[in-house]
């Protein structure tokens, strides 16, 4: 979209964001009934992905606890993220003003799509620490629940997969003690 000219608005990804939603509305009974079937047998995979989806919660609330104790950002990565969130929500494109000049630092090596991310949030919240912190916070926890389906993939074993999901939930040098665009790269 950047490509073509259109702008970076959360408007424009409104859209394709709520299609597959609305798709899963209309096959929703079906849903429901393999959900139900489910519940009234619930077998070891589905009890292991509600324990990792209860671990992303514990993390996740731990994660926006500590990112919200103190009012400020962090350090020098969370500042210059900052700047190229607030560059693509006030301009609506990823292009750097001017190549080469240094301002934007971040906008072009660090992932495509950590600034837009950011930046569609910010236009919807107006509060740019907020947006920072938040999105940075559910990048990090949504490692903890999808590192359970990765395992889950690779060893066909849900207490296992729970086993690796609880110990990323655990283990404290994970990306997530600042505002740094590889929270997104890894999960």
């Known amino acids: 979209l950047n490509l073509a000219g259109a702008p970076m608005d959360w408007r424009l990804f409104l859209a394709p964001a709520l299609a597959p939603i609305a798709m899963g509305v209309l096959r929703l009974p079906g849903i429901l009934r393999r959900i139900m079937a489910n519940v009234r047998s619930p077998g070891r995979e589905n009890l292991c992905a509600l324990a ?40 609506q494109t990823l292009y750097e003003p001017e190549p080469n ?70 283990n404290p040098s994970a990306i997530h003690h600042f505002i740094w665009a590889h929270t997104l790269v890894i999960t």
């Open 52 to 91: 990792a989806i209860a671990f992303f919660g514990s993390v996740l609330a731990v994660y926006l606890f500590g990112a919200f104790r103190y009012p400020w950002l962090e350090d020098g990565d969370s500042w210059r993220h900052a700047g190229s969130t607030y560059y693509v929500a006030k301009e």
């Open 101 to 170: 000049i240094g301002r934007m630092w971040y906008l072009d090596p660090y992932p495509p799509g950590f600034a837009l991310h950011t930046a569609l949030v910010y236009e919807i919240s107006g509060d740019l620490r907020w947006t920072l912190k938040t999105v940075n916070a559910i990048f990090a926890s949504l490692g903890v629940a999808l590192i359970f389906f990765l395992a889950l993939r690779l060893t066909g074993n849900p207490f296992l997969s729970a086993a690796a999901s609880f110990m990323l939930a655990m």
